[in-house]
DNA sequence: TCTTCATCAAAGATGCTATCTATTCGTGTC
DNA sequence: GACACGAATAGATAGCATCTTTGATGAAGA
């Protein structure tokens, strides 16, 4: 409407002068490159960004600045920007997580977070025994009995909302600040993993006294008991995923 | 000296035309956030540090998309640039961790890599037995080889790069991603122990038997000994860290 | 009359565009 | 092998658009 300039409409953007252009381009070649679309090697410049998403240098620029900050890409003068390999790629940008699990590599994606989680958890589990406040160490408990009810009364969906507060919460109260900042990932991990059915139909009753036994052992202070009980959960995903 | 322009000099920055004035100005700004000097809450705006550094808008804004990709800020219309809180940062982000290790915060980003390190490299032991190439095994034998020879003769420095390339090497060969991404990190920790003369001052026996066994493990394909053996190395960290 | 609440306008900041100069570095030519 | 050309990013500047906070104003009610 009030837009006044905007010179020649070769190519208008549909959205107008389209606020949050940016994320929408970022976003763009993000998954373009996390999907394997972009191959490593392949160039692009500004101007063709520009011309591709309608927007200006600047925007054009600083969405190449976040994408090198991840290192999906590095550019280079008289270059242009480059699409970086994967090996150089910030796994842990929750972006790029994202966007991996979105694309058709989600496999790949898949399996290193639950690795990832079958190494966190248990650490976290003696973590949180020894340094969660009274209040988590409780809700804790309280979280397990969720569990079992929800478990045995079959709710699966009430339970994997149970399933992934308890880790969650574990993962925050466990007084490390990296192992915090996996709190989303494993909340997807779980999500997927009950999408796909891989989770029993019915939670064995086995992991539901493993949850509880984690539970007691952090409220008790009792850090090995509390990893240990925590492998215990995980070694059915690790059976699962063929890991044993 | 060929700085031809550079106008209305009301504060000229010492460094000529400064090229790489990017990565200069988002290493200032991310170390005052990550070493606290900038609180949480603490406002920035674009023209502030445009006068601050010497810098145009443009630089300004990619500098602040930047940090704002890696969760140390958010930037609001009329507010300006806001400090996130210090737990919603990417922690996992090379540069952050490589600024809030050189910060004075050093301890709490050195125990949590420590027990992140505690974490993944039993499980990674685990992946390389599995999953390792046949050259990826010999070498790992190999090194543990020259860690007994090292730490026997009483060579620390050496040790220390041989122990790190032993570590690293593991994590590369396990066929995770995002244990991979972690390799810079892990030899930050254990040059950071030889310095801080955390190491004895001779390797136990103890640990250099447990790394040869982890070799072997992984060359021959045992998992759950790799696994093992690993956590043995590490519960000497656990012990001196007070995680036992 | 005083207080409270809703409404509206101005200001202050970023979002985005457009355009310019400087610098670098790969490539082709001599 | 040296050198010139050109393509591309790096950086600077100016300006309009947009959003959102804040404060002022005015009306309704106690």
């Keep these: 409407m009030s837009t006044a300039t905007i010179q020649d409409g070769d190519e208008v953007h549909d959205g107008g002068p389209s606020p949050a252009a ?6 763009a070649v993000g ?3 996390a999907s394997g679309e972009l191959v490593p090697g392949t160039r692009l410049t500004l101007e063709g960004l520009q011309h591709e998403y309608g927007i200006s240098r600047t925007v054009a620029r600083d969405t190449m600045k976040v994408l090198e900050s991840m290192n999906l890409v590095y550019s280079r003068r008289r270059v242009g920007i480059v699409v970086q390999e994967p090996s150089l790629w910030n796994v842990f940008d929750p972006n790029l997580v ?11 994606q898949y399996s ?45 969906q ?4 149970a399933d992934i507060a308890f880790h969650q919460l574990l993962l925050r109260s466990c007084g490390n600040e990296m192992f915090r900042a996996l709190e989303g990932m494993i909340a997807e991990v779980l999500t997927s993993r009950t999408r796909q059915g891989l989770m029993p139909f019915k939670p064995r009753s086995e992991a539901l006294q493993a949850h509880e036994a984690v539970a007691t052992a952090v409220a008790g202070g009792d850090t090995a008991e509390a990893e240990r009980a925590m492998h215990h959960i995980l070694d059915e995903v690790r059976e699962a995923m063929g890991l044993r």
Tied chains: 1, 2.
């Design 158 to 161: 009430a339970f994997l909302a």
């Design 22 to 27: 940016q994320g929408r381009v970022i976003e």
């Design 112 to 156: 290193s977070l639950t690795e990832l989680r079958i190494a966190v958890e248990p650490i976290a589990a003696a973590g949180a025994a020894r340094r969660a406040s009274a209040a988590e160490r409780a809700q804790l408990v309280s979280l397990a009995a969720d569990l079992r009810r929800l478990g045995e009364a079959g709710d699966l």
């Design 31 to 33: 998954v373009a490159i």
């Design 98 to 108: 994202r966007w991996r699990l979105a694309s058709d590599r989600r496999d790949l």
